[in-house]
């Protein structure tokens, strides 16, 4: 039986595949004294993901009452408290939360971000052309994701680079979450989280002084409002809205490249049907999630196939291995995609559905037919990946090619 730490340890962050489909195949994996569920079927994730006896708050855990808990001072606790973003918290607060930014965050606000991805796509690839490479990581799939987020929040242009560097340290610190964090990497994180919140309160202070029509004079208004939001829940709201949307968005603009190369005829299909490039955003998702797993305390014991996980337990929900699941999804290694509404839980499920599904899927498609159209003979020259194995991705991707159309 494999601990979740002892899990992480051993992930090739290069191809966990195999290791995800032994695991699938093999049998459900609870620990004898109920501690530990690694959940690994679709049926059984998607279960998990809307049970409400499954927590997304890790201070319920045995591990963190027992192990970090007594590490931590009050002050510590505190701070946990009131800065904790709401992927990490259950109901109501939750609720509240999550709903404050979907009011702000619509759809309408999704659709008129499309012609600033297409212009930045555009921008990104026509300076590699002037280059002549592309390392697609930082070239495109770096910067579009965070100045699109930052234009939503409404951050200057001049800041965009700042951000990318605090997004870095910050989505390191998501992946930490699952195992032991040292010293220093707690350090980092903390200096990179003051410098985002003092920077972001100024930003706050200038939208209140002068609305304008972004997400972050939406955000200050529901503050205003009353007590439904703080100062330190919006500066929470805004950093988790930079760190969830831009490492993540990375991988899938750097992993559909990686479809597109190698998925036998597929790009020439992407280039004279660029409707196709949503199915295939669909399937890099599927077969090649950002996020591979995600974790859950259970707050009362819970029946499992492989035994009883007790309140306190935690469950990693391997969303990577529920992917590929061949009791949900037919041929469920194949890549196909014509595969109609496949319901992939790299989005994960329930209550916690990532709000930003739609952003990511609007980038996807505008890169992955830009690069379609304009990449002539395109060919892998250098590929390397992040350490990061919960949020998994290439961190260099060198692409060769004939020519870089305009
Ligand atoms: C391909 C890109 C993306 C992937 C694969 C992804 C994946 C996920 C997953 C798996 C979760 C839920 C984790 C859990 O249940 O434990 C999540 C939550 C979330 N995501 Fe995304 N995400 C992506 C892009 C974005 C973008 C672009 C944004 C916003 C700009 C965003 C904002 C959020 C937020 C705010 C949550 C928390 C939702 C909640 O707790 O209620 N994500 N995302």
Redesign the pocket.
């Known amino acids: 039986m494999t601990t979740a730490f002892e899990l992480l340890d051993g992930i090739d962050v290069v191809d966990p595949y195999p290791l995800w489909q032994s695991l699938l195949d093999g049998p459900p994996q609870v620990a004898p004294d109920g501690s530990f569920a690694l959940v690994t079927s679709h049926a059984q994730c998607a279960e998990l993901?809307r049970h409400p006896a499954m927590s997304?708050d890790h201070r319920n855990s045995d591990h963190f009452k027992n192990v970090r808990l007594p590490q931590l001072t009050a002050q510590d606790l505190e701070s946990i408290e009131k800065r904790e973003?709401?992927?990490?918290?259950d109901p109501p607060v939750?609720t509240r939360l999550?709903r404050l930014?979907s009011k702000a965050?619509t759809p309408r606000q999704v659709q008129q971000l499309l012609p600033f991805v297409e212009e930045r796509t555009r921008e990104l690839l026509d300076a590699a052309a002037t280059r002549g490479r592309l390392e697609l990581v930082s070239d495109l799939a770096y910067p579009l994701?965070v100045a699109?987020?930052s234009e939503?929040l409404g951050v200057p242009h001049e800041d965009h680079a700042t951000f990318a560097g605090w997004s870095a340290v910050l989505a390191k610190g998501l992946d930490r979450l699952m195992s032991e964090r040292t010293a220093e990497e707690m350090e980092e994180n903390r200096v990179a989280s003051d410098e985002f919140r003092e920077y972001f309160e100024q930003l706050a202070e200038q939208r209140r002084a002068e609305p304008r029509d972004d997400l972050m004079s939406a955000l200050v208004a529901a503050e205003e409002a009353g007590d439904r939001l703080s100062m330190d829940e919006l500066t929470s709201?805004a950093l988790?809205?930079?760190v969830?949307?831009?490492e993540?968005?990375v991988?899938?603009i750097g992993n559909g490249m990686l479809a597109l190369l190698r998925v036998p005829g597929l790009l020439g299909r992407v280039r004279s049907n660029p409707a196709l490039a949503e199915g295939v955003i669909e399937e890099v998702?599927r077969l090649d999630?950002?996020?591979q797993m995600?974790?859950?305390t259970a707050l009362a014991d819970i029946d499992l196939p492989g035994g009883r996980l007790r309140a306190g337990g935690t469950a990693v929900l391997l969303?990577a291995a529920a992917n590929r699941d061949e009791r949900e999804f037919d041929g469920a290694t194949t890549f196909d995609a014509d595969r109609a509404d496949a319901q992939h839980?790299?989005?994960?499920?329930?209550?916690?559905?990532?709000?930003?599904?739609p952003?990511?899927?609007l980038?996807?498609r505008v890169v992955l037919a830009e690069l379609a159209r304009r990449l002539v003979e395109p060919r892998l020259e250098a590929l390397e990946y992040r350490e990061n194995r919960v949020l998994r991705g290439p961190s260099r991707l060198e692409v060769g090619f004939d020519a870089l159309l305009e």
Do not use: D, K, N, Q
């Open positions: 993901l997304s973003v709401f992927l990490f918290r939750h999550r930014v965050f994701p699109v987020i939503l709201t988790l809205l930079l969830a949307g831009h993540t968005t991988s899938l998702l999630p950002p996020v995600t974790m859950r969303l839980l790299s989005f994960s499920g329930g209550i916690h559905y990532c709000l930003g599904a952003l990511a899927r980038e996807g």
